[in-house]
């Protein structure tokens, strides 16, 4: 299916029964990357840069960005690029990335998000569904002393074109196809042979009505391949305006988010600090060491974003234990459930800078509830609905629990209408995903969203993972029939799997249990089968997941129309870790 502007509305949620009519903004002209680029004065720091190993810092003016950006963007017109084509980044999250990803928007293409970790064949499908044109990356990723393939992967994947960035900054370290151009190549043909830098230095925007689609994200479904959701220049708005209420970014702020391209906070983090007049801060490297927590130092990062996996590690290895991190006024964390302790820890480490929950969703653009610097915080807990978003806890029988006062947990549902959210899916049918047989509350039809959320008698909120069958692991939502299929295909004694997250009692990010079926009279050693199906998931998957626990059982239970029963097996999981007794379906293995 191509990707073309004029396919925006195809399936506009103001046509759903019950939601009420959205503004199509088909009137409305915009591209949301003029807004970024042309964002306050031309000599303000645009983007803060540091490589992994390397003690240099490097920066970049805002007219120095627009001037790049307008490079790609003339190179792209050059090459024969139009609007509306799909242009796919798979690439970390650089400077040269950023450049990449607005000069993309820039010319009126779009791009496709896909992360730098996943295998060729994961890689193969989002360029397939997307219909992707060219895809831009790296020869290779440099993480301290070790050089990961990229461009291989990428090649392997088969897309028509790749223009390749030089990790070094340098050369290439790779040999190319013959359809493939190095970066500084690619940037040279523009208009008959004739160098960008004789030409004008601004761009001309693309003019595009602001329901165009601007960025193409991946999340995991149900079914095993992931949901095509195309943001359009209305979604950036959403990002900015959350950083503006929540995270209070303001004009002059520093903003570090270890993140990437892949994954809905990478384009949140570009949109969160140029349209608020703030500044980028990107540490190309691992996280997880003491340069990192240098860099947040010496750059002046005042609101720093993470993961719960992420301090975890920080608090284990106490890597950031000497850093002055005084002037951070707030953290954030996204991506999994946090741990009150390891935040406690936290921001004893920023002089008790507060942490703001952010909890939503790549098809929202942000979040749908979150904290606040004007409210009191509670450690691991949320405060309030996003700025725009109204949310409700289903209870049993989809019963609507809207009264503030009296504790409930349940999944949560949206009320629909919510600025840059989606309203098409370009594999999948947005209403069956969204809104088939979800409830109707006050004359709407609430928007499907599958978290687990507690409300407590203080006014607050607990997030408690996935109520569907996807999970996140390490920040990343996926699918328990993507990990199933690979665990399957792992080990010839298996017959059968289910995956399932399981929320630590104390809180924190899920983990990652298997379910094993084991085929008639095969007696498995249960630590060998963790090893094979971390092995597997690690290769085919993604290289940080990983197998916590693996459980035995004679049989997986089923509904009458044979779809596994996860939800049953979670809470026979977690009963039997409650439990000192072996019995019933499950016999723990580990």
Known sequence: MGVRTELVHQQVAGSIPGVGNFVS???????VEE??????????????????????LHKMSLAELRSQCSSVAFALNAAGFQKGDAVAISMPMTVQSVVIYLGVVLAGCVVVSIPDSLPAHQIATRLKISDAKATFTQDVILRGAKVLPLYSR????????V????????????????????????LQKVGDGVPAKERCDVYQAASLPVGAFCNILFSSGTTGEPKAIPWTHATPIKAAADAWAHQDVRSGDVISWPTNLGWMMGPWLIYAALLNKATIA???GSPLHSSFGRFVQ????????????????????????????????CFSSSGEPSNASDYLWLMAKGHYAPVIEYCGGTEIGGAYITGSLVQSQALASFSTPAMGCRFVILMADQYAHQDENQPAIGECALFPRILGSSSCLLNAKHYDVYFKDMPLVNGMILRRHGDEIESTAGGYYRAHGRVDDTMNLGGIKVSSVEIERTCNASHTDVVETAAIGISP????????????VLRDGFVADVEDLKLAF??????????FFKVNDVVLAPSLPRTPSNKVMRRIIRDQYSMRRLETASRGLLNIGS
């Not at 680029?37 to 031309?42: I, T």
């Not at 010496?298 to 993961?307: A, K, N, Q, S, W």
Request: charged fraction near 25%; glycine fraction near 8%; charge should be negative.
């Open 505 to 516: 009692a104390d809180g924190g990010p899920e983990k990652l249990v298997i379910v094993a």
């Open 534 to 543: 971390t092995a597997a998931l690690r290769t085919k998957m993604s290289p």
């Open 154 to 161: 990428v090649a392997e994947a088969c897309c028509p074109k």
């Open 25 to 31: 903004f088909k009137r409305l002209d915009l591209n």
């Open 282 to 284: 990107l540490f190309n």
């Open 163 to 186: 223009i390749v960035v030089p990790a070094n900054g340098v050369y290439t370290s790779v040999t190319l196809r013959d359809c493939d151009l190095a970066y500084g190549d690619f």
């Open 35 to 56: 807004c970024c680029l042309m964002n306050g004065s031309d000599d303000r720091t645009a983007i803060v840069w540091q490589d992994e190993g390397r003690e240099n």
């Open 298 to 329: 010496e750059t002046g990062v005042t609101m720093l974003g993470l993961i719960p996996s992420i301090v975890k590690g920080w608090k284990n290895t106490g890597c950031i234990d000497q850093v002055d991190w005084s002037k951070i006024r």
